[in-house]
């Protein structure tokens, strides 16, 4: 059920209900900046060498220190904001993604550049866990559940239509047009948490004032929540092994053109948001998150085997090969938020922490599994990508346990 505001709440001038849908657009916004800043700021990278006279590998790290950055803002803002509250770092993290804009698209120099980049991420990573973490505060049960299912479909459609707009702003106004943009947005979002959000936790009075330095021990210690933030990490590295090995593959490899799998990428991104918006139908509903993600563990595992094995018949045709891969995206949509909420909702006094330690454990996932893909690239071409995502989900399939009442 939604929980009741505490009388000691204090309204914002004109704050947003935080059962109205706009409230879910929002949180879903929040916890999309750090997606809409790689996917709107990709089409730059092949420019950046000779706009900033610096080599691919500096262009390169630009991607490559936002990651960082996004990690630490995660740990770094999830952890404080269980002490200092939620409304501070969430407009701490959005006035350093800002700014952080402002220096992108000013930058001068590939380290100046690379700087900006890494703030931020910090920025984004900060906005991305504090969103999850204010659905626990705000709701709880079945309500929790279905909410973080509706913020996850918003953050997952933003890869439809960011990279085709990132492409556009380069082609009209130059690589530095994309920073402008995410500074803006930035700043727009900033003005409307300051006007519209409350703080959270003011209505959980039990946690208030949290005891400070129990926190990661325990987590540590809380084998469930470390077996399910090790399912949604292996769940994410099978969708990871195909966006790192996909655009190799299908353009270099297979090759189709760059439009070819521009409409694939769309079509997953649409699949992953569709699965995310029935988890929140299947809540309300009354189908519990264990029934949910047993049956998407176990259509993960039969759809990527599937696709694994026509990879080693040597059958690649799109027909075949999409349908079981939107099946795959599909119910990682279930997945995510049902995980997400089995773990953090067992933490629900220290959501901050616990959010930051699934958000991080499911970065890395993905960073693993996009090592993999890329050594394997070479030598297995289209099983480099489908034999990891078979392998990766049946691990998760045998790690998850549903957790006892």
Known sequence: MHKLESPAAVRRPFQVVPTSFAFTILLGLFAALPALSIDLSAPTLPFLPQALRTTVTMAGLTLSLFMVGFALGQLSAGSLSDTTGRRPMLLGGLACFTLSGIACALSQSATALIVGRCLQGFGAGSCAVLSFAMVQDLFEGEAARAKRSYVTAVFAAMPVLAPALGSVLVDLFGWRSVHVVLAVGGGVLLALTWACVAESRSRRPELRNPQPGDCRPSLWRDRVFLRVTLVNALSYGVIFSYIAGSPVVIIRQMGYPPLVF???????????????????????????????????????????????????????????ILPLLLVVLFCRGILSPNLQHVAIDRWSERAGTASAFVGVSQLLGGALASVVVAALLPHLRLNAVLAPMAVLAAAACLMWRPPHP
Do not use: D, E, H, P
């Not at 991104?269 to 809540?283: C, E, N, Q, W, Y």
């Not at 029934?291 to 027909?319: D, E, N, P, Q, R």
């Open 262 to 320: 521009a409409a694939v990428f769309a079509c997953t991104a649409v699949a992953l948001t569709l699965g995310a918006a029935s988890s929140g139908i299947l809540g309300r509903r009354g189908t519990s998150a264990a029934a949910a993600i047993w049956v998407s563990l176990v259509a993960t595992v039969v759809a990527t085997l599937g696709l694994a094995g026509f990879g080693l018949a040597g059958i690649s045709m799109a027909a075949i």
